[in-house]
């Protein structure tokens, strides 16, 4: 079992930024894929990041690429986004999430067994 706590979202201007940060605790971190999604009113929970175990291989969705940073520490059991260059359409609650076991996918979000409990990101225009 894995519990994750993801933190930091809160109210932002278009063109800011905002780092989100969730801690695990539980099984081994070092051994799940951590991603990332977000969930705005009236939509579908959707992909925005993800990371390997070890960090070599990370994914974005084409909506925030080169905007957004994911990056992990498994020394602290913590995984991170950083996001930049922030727009009203990025408003939304975002999920910190890990696989079990490496399912094969990295965007698909049933490819992950764990939720955070999401934290809210607003971005005012």
């Known amino acids: 079992q894995v519990q994750l706590v993801d933190s930091g979202g809160g109210l932002v201007q278009a063109g800011g930024s905002l780092r989100l940060s969730c801690v695990a605790s539980?099984?081994?971190?070092?051994?799940?894929?951590m991603g990332w999604f977000r969930q705005a009113p009236g939509k579908e929970r959707e992909f925005v990041a993800a990371?390997?175990?070890?960090?070599?291989?990370?994914r974005y969705a084409d909506s925030v690429k080169g905007r957004f940073t994911i990056s992990r520490d498994n020394d602290k059991n913590m995984v991170y986004l950083q996001m930049n260059s922030l727009k009203p359409e990025d408003t939304a609650v975002y999920y910190c999430?890990?696989?079990?076991?490496?399912?094969?996918?990295?965007?698909?979000?049933?490819?992950?067994?764990?939720w955070g409990q999401g934290t809210q990101v607003t971005v005012s225009s």
């Open positions: 539980g099984r081994a971190f070092s051994n799940s894929v």
């Open positions: 990371i390997s175990r070890n960090g070599g291989i990370t």
């Open positions: 999430a890990a696989q079990r076991s490496f399912s094969g996918s990295y965007t698909g979000k049933f490819a992950y067994d764990y």
